[in-house]
């Protein structure tokens, strides 16, 4: 669950919001709708924590997790595609860095061997061990070959970054997602994909999207 309480935000004397109560609750999909400018994507992002509210606040249920397609299409440029769709799940992801870091150590010692063992037993409750693959896998059911995965995000075009980052934000399975204008920039085959597997997503989704049929 997630929501927002007494949420207010302002841009100079311009009133966007002004005490906003709302609940987003379980295996639901969420279309937030309004006209242009009313302020939808600004919410989504008061929601996942990008913009802070002027007054009131956005509270998550302990232990849940919140994915944000990113709207930054250059942000990880230097990122190689798989490592990218694999930040989408930032612990899961700081864990395999430190795991792999700790081991490619010259001087592995007694202490380094504990650490390994506590992140080994955190990757394997991730289910980490299945990361790349699902993260492929996701890519492929996306558009974006095989032979692709390893290439720097710089290389792709624009089509195929937009299919990257949707796959980071869907991917680890999180508690609750949030899709700003998710089918920008796909093509009819993929805007099918990604129906689908929101229609057997089980967790919690809000969208915000200029396209009524997918809504």
């Known amino acids: 669950m997630i929501s927002a309480n007494n949420v207010s935000l302002s841009f100079g004397k311009q009133k966007l919001f002004e005490d906003v109560n709302v609940k987003f609750f379980g295996a639901n999909c969420y279309g937030v709708i309004g006209a242009n400018g009313a302020g939808k994507s600004t919410f989504l992002k008061i929601l996942s924590g990008d913009i802070e509210p002027n007054t009131g606040h956005i509270e998550i249920e302990p232990g849940k997790r919140l994915a944000m397609l990113k709207q930054n299409h250059h942000e ?13 799940h930032q612990q899961l992801f700081k864990v ?21 063992a506590e992140l080994e037993e955190e990757f394997a409750e991730m289910d980490g061990w299945n990361a790349e693959s699902d993260a492929a ?25 937009v299919r990257v980052l949707l796959a980071q934000a869907i991917f680890g399975n999180p508690d609750i997602l949030v899709l700003d204008e998710p089918t920008n920039d796909l093509d009819l085959h993929t805007i ?8 057997d997503f089980k967790n919690t989704v809000i969208v915000v999207s200029h396209d009524r049929h997918f809504l």
Do not use: C, N, P
């Open 96 to 116: 395999m860095i430190e795991k792999d870091e700790i081991y490619a150590k010259a001087d592995f010692s007694d202490a380094d061997g504990m650490r390994a």
């Open 137 to 161: 896998a996701l890519l492929s059911g996306l558009g974006i070959t095989e032979s692709k995965h390893e290439q720097l995000v710089k290389d792709l075009s624009g089509s195929e970054k």
């Open 76 to 88: 990880y440029d230097e990122t190689t595609v798989i490592h990218t769709v694999l930040q989408g």
């Open 192 to 199: 099918s994909w990604l129906e689908d597997f929101l229609l």
